[in-house]
Nanobody, 124 residues
Framework: QVQLVESGGGLVQAGGSLRLSCAASGYTFSSYTMGWFRQAPGKEREFVAVISWSGATTNYTDSVKGRFTISRDNAKNAVYLQMNNLKPEDAAIYYC?????????????????WGQGTQVTVSS
């Protein structure tokens, strides 16, 4: 069956870095656009970053541009999110997701498969 398993979350001080990983299985990974979303307590799930099936195209929400980098390795069926200069407002559960079709690629409804999430906590 399809599985997306995130890892790499944890507690970090403001200004620090974390690298999230998402291991995919059970579907043709290289055919899917991959995204990262996050959800803080009491808030809606929000788009963070997206990468096309080939890795050639990426997009980020404005608040993380210049600090976060999304990448993928189709040979390893994995997608990554390098997060630098973390801020307290980045704290959330981070989810990776896979989409076969989409338009904006920023809406959760466009994504077919989801991981269980990994917690990121940023102390000030």
């Amino acid at each position: 069956q399809v599985q997306l398993v995130e890892s790499g979350g944890g507690l970090v001080q403001a200004g620090g870095s974390l690298r999230l990983s998402c291991a995919a299985s059970g579907y043709t990974f290289s055919s899917y656009t991959m995204g990262w979303f996050r959800q803080a307590p009491g808030k809606e799930r929000e788009f963070v970053a997206v990468i096309s099936w080939s890795g050639a195209t990426t997009n980020y929400t404005d608040s993380v541009k210049g600090r976060f980098t999304i990448s993928r390795d189709n040979a390893k069926n994995a997608v990554y999110l390098q997060m630098n200069n973390l801020k307290p407002e980045d704290a959330a559960i981070y989810y990776c997701a896979a989409a076969a079709k989409g338009s904006t690629w920023t809406k959760p409804s466009e994504y077919r498969y989801w991981g269980q999430g990994t917690q990121v906590t940023v102390s000030s």
